[in-house]
């Protein structure tokens, strides 16, 4: 690339600050909307008897509540000012939403790990979704105001100091760049911290199909079945349903049904030699399995199959709905809501699942496949000091830099908006403590909403005694 062409992509980065000033992001948007209106728009066309279920996770914390609500926040946003430099963005980057999981040559690596509401936006919505996440988390474990603001700005200045680094690389530098596990290792700041990433990569590593298998099935002799638990697991056509019998899955009557045609349409998107693969395997059991807080209620299967030695292979079958980014930010129509998300994963993440593909279900809901927690490790983050939780900001900030990096080829663009000075973190600082305030009036609302009965929230407990004899 010639130097002009830099100089001339530095130029509109910068120019972005003309009808977007960097202080400007301090602003939170107009909250002149109604949150139970748009909860229950995010609800319509779940399983309905989980979306109780949905309610009771978010009830239990305005950090719950949160990681529920990104159609709200997408909604906010869309009432500020953006600053054009758009590209595909995760769409839902809270802190929790990142985590390590084995990349193809079984390498461990920390990534972003949920890309339900991937999509085409400003690249700033999800810094504020990430450091909105850390006051409001930061609130929930007590810590103080000084305390969150500080892992905003960490968050915040790492993003923009690599940003700044990924700007100087070239194209296939940056599709190779990688934040392994022994890379965090490395760069960890204190010997703690180093043997707490070293107990994560032990404990990720046994997180195999394998040990899935003996945890969640059992074997009849022909054929593996895997344990109901309600209302967390269940067969769709079993005892344990959850499923009204008006639905128009419960009416197709078994599971292979229901299965058969969605598996065809997603060994179409996969290439030969994954498909060759799958032909491995024969499929024994599906079941409905609730995720996340957010997803709750939304149609996610696991599927069962197993080789000619019995091994295992758990595939998840998630329905991918509209992403409220979409919404919220017009941009083309999407074909494909399954294609969105696989595209949009493969776009962001460094290193992504072989098994990633797509599919129509019926009703023509749209569906994404992978595999199902292979080596998968996720922040707990009730557990992390104030030391761990600044070297998780960093982390946190670093991974959005090179996703954006990667997804967008416009890190040079990125890079000359933020600057190297600190208005643009400290613009975000104002905005993730002020949109935190917001968060906890909406969740006053929403609890009120529960107890007044307007919305039924019901917690997985409560729900789990229902089926007990």
């Not at 179409?268 to 024994?284: G, I, V, Y």
Request: proline letters at 3%.
């Amino acid at each position: 690339m010639k130097a002009s062409t830099i100089a001339e992509r530095e130029a509109r980065g910068r120019a972005a600050r003309e009808h977007s000033k960097r202080s400007s992001h301090r602003a939170a948007g107009d909250f002149d909307r109604n949150p139970i209106e748009l909860l229950k728009q995010s609800s319509e066309g779940r399983v309905q008897n989980l979306v109780p279920l949905r309610y009771g996770r978010m009830a239990v914390s305005p950090f719950t509540f949160f990681r529920g609500t990104a159609i709200l926040q997408a909604r906010d946003l869309s009432t500020v000012q953006d600053t054009g430099l758009t590209m595909p963005i995760c769409g839902d980057g809270h802190l929790m939403n990142f985590g390590g999981f084995a990349t193809p040559e079984r390498q461990l690596v920390f990534d972003l790990n949920d890309f339900d509401e991937v999509s085409i936006g400003p690249f700033e919505w999800d810094l504020k979704r990430l450091t909105a996440s850390f006051v409001v988390a930061a609130r929930h474990m007590r810590l103080s105001r000084g305390t969150a603001e500080h892992l905003v700005m960490t968050a915040a200045t790492v993003y923009r100091d690599r940003m700044a680094q990924y700007a100087q690389c070239g194209a296939l530098e940056l599709w190779y760049d990688r934040i392994t596990f022994e890379l965090m290792a490395e760069t960890a700041l204190t010997p703690e911290r180093r043997r707490a990433v070293r107990r994560g990569m032990e404990k990720a590593a046994s997180r195999t199909h394998e040990s899935l298998l003996e945890k969640m099935a059992e074997f009849d002799g022909s054929h593996w079945m895997i344990r109901d638990a309600p209302p967390g697991m269940f067969h769709v056509h079993g005892a344990n349903t959850l499923f009204s019998p008006e639905d128009d899955w419960f009416n197709i009557g078994h599971w292979r049904k229901l299965l058969e045609r969605m598996w065809a349409d997603y060994l179409k998107t996969m290439s030969h030699d994954r498909r060759e693969l799958l032909s491995h395997f024969t499929a024994q059991d599906l079941v409905f399995k609730v995720v996340g807080v957010g997803s709750v209620g939304t149609r996610c299967l696991v599927l069962l199959n197993v080789d000619h030695m019995g091994k295992p292979l758990f595939i998840q079958i998630k329905e991918a709905r509209p992403s409220v980014i979409a919404q919220f930010y017009k941009s083309a129509p999407v074909r494909h809501e399954g294609e969105r998300v696989v595209q949009g994963q493969r776009m962001l993440q460094a290193a992504s699942d072989i098994f990633l593909g797509w599919a129509s279900g019926p009703a023509g809901r749209h569906f994404y496949f992978r595999q199902l927690r292979d080596m998968k490790l996720s922040a707990n983050i009730e557990l992390f000091d104030n030391d761990v939780l600044e070297g998780y900001a960093r982390l946190c900030g670093w991974i959005m830099a090179r996703a954006h990096a990667k997804s967008s080829g416009q890190a040079i663009e990125i890079s000359a908006y933020i600057g190297r000075g600190d208005q643009f973190a400290e613009a975000l600082t104002g905005y993730a403590t002020a949109y935190a305030d917001q968060v906890e009036r909406d969740y006053d609302v929403f609890l009120k909403a529960c107890r007044s009965g307007e919305l039924d929230a019901r917690t997985d407990e409560d729900m789990a005694a229902d089926f007990r004899v």
